[in-house]
Nanobody
Framework: QVQLVESGGGLVQAGNSLRLSCAAS????????MGWFRQAPGKEREFVAG????????DYVESVKGRFTISRDNAKNTVYLQMNSMKPDETAKYYC???????????????????WGQGTQVTVSS
């Protein structure tokens, strides 16, 4: 049974940082493209950041470029999201997701992701 377990969420003041982690019970973790998504109340789930299976390629939604960094440790089956200079409108539930891919590429489309975590709440206070 595949499990993705997020951790590291919480309450943070605007301008401060938070680091999310996602531990995956995927047998072949290094063959999965990994992504972070978020969903605020009343809004659709959106792509935040993605990393290729090797970790060599990353992609971000425009609004977080330069502030967020996605990374992965294939030896630990874990993906991370370092979030700096956070903003109140980034308050949302953050989800980790995995997509099996034959190519060393980043996937940003929600429907490409097969496995999802339960999410971790991030609240940014002003």
């Amino acid at each position: 049974q595949v499990q993705l377990v997020e951790s590291g969420g919480g309450l943070v003041q605007a301008g401060n940082s938070l680091r999310l982690s996602c531990a995956a019970s995927l047998r072949t973790f290094s063959t999965y493209s990994m992504g972070w998504f978020r969903q605020a109340p009343g809004k659709e789930r959106e792509f935040v950041a993605g990393v290729s299976p090797s970790g060599g390629f990353t992609d971000y939604v425009e609004s977080v470029k330069g502030r967020f960094t996605i990374s992965r440790d294939n030896a630990k089956n874990t993906v991370y999201l370092q979030m700096n200079s956070m903003k109140p409108d980034e308050t949302a539930k953050y989800y980790c997701a995995a997509a099996l891919t034959s190519f060393n590429t980043v996937l940003s489309t929600i429907k490409r992701y097969s496995y999802w975590g339960q999410g971790t709440q991030v609240t940014v206070s002003s």
